[in-house]
């Protein structure tokens, strides 16, 4: 980042309090990142976004109660507006492609060296992907052998379902019981995966592969 970047407010997710104070001493080096909560759990995680709407959220994967990748979930779902960066321990695909189905921007292990882990964040926030060395090219070879749609949440599922019934982004929140800017963003997170341009192009997409009901 340079001196003209935004301030980006930063969340920490973590169930380990020496990891959380190790992370906010790396951040709190770059001055246009700034740590505005901590939390120790899901539920805790879940009020910060509730009551602080960081930018972004660095989630370790492995949680006790709820885990990382079910509260990206979750995120993705509630707050689809906040990037959410997973950090782990572990290197195992599965773990990776599950993150990044629940909505995950990006997957950087801790043992990563500080200034790759500012750059996971600096490029998630920059609407980017991010995945440490090596990860990268295994999800996008998995995710090729896949079906687009396998790659979308339940409640993206939902929203293209509704977009196929010609629904507007106002009548899908209205039945959803989410805000409209969240619909929208789900649009926008759609075509991001489905890897397309136009709303025309993602209404037409959904009706061609509408769910039989």
Excluded: C
Excluded at 8 to 25: E, F, N, Q, T, Y
Excluded at 86 to 103: C, F, I, K, P, W
Excluded at 107 to 121: G, H, M, N, Q
Excluded at 166 to 190: D, F, P, Y
């Amino acid at each position: 980042m340079n001196a003209s970047s935004v301030l980006a407010r930063i969340v920490l997710v973590d169930d380990h309090p020496l990891v959380r104070d190790g992370l906010r001493a790396r951040l709190e080096a770059v001055p246009e990142l700034r740590v505005v909560g901590e939390a120790g759990n899901g539920g805790e995680a879940i009020r910060l976004a509730e009551t602080l709407a960081p930018d972004l959220a660095l989630m370790d994967v492995g949680m006790s109660g709820m885990s990382g990748i079910e509260l990206a979930d979750v995120f993705h779902q509630r707050f689809p507006a906040i990037r959410v960066l997973m950090l782990s321990m572990h290197d195992n695909l599965e773990y990776v492609t599950q993150a990044v189905r629940a909505g995950a921007s990006g997957y950087v292990l801790k043992d990563s060296p500080a200034t790759e882990i500012i750059r996971a964040i600096e490029a998630v926030l920059a609407g980017q992907t991010w995945f440490s060395a090596g990860l990268g090219a295994r999800v996008i070879q998995a995710s090729a052998q896949k079906n687009p749609l396998e790659r979308l949440t339940p409640r993206e599922r939902d929203i293209l379902d509704a977009l196929a019934d010609g629904l507007s982004s106002k009548v899908i929140a209205q039945r959803s019981g989410l805000s409209v800017r969240t619909v929208e963003t789900h649009r926008q997170n759609l075509k991001r995966k489905l890897e397309i341009e136009g709303q025309a192009e993602l209404i037409k997409f959904a009706v061609e592969n509408r769910r039989r009901r």
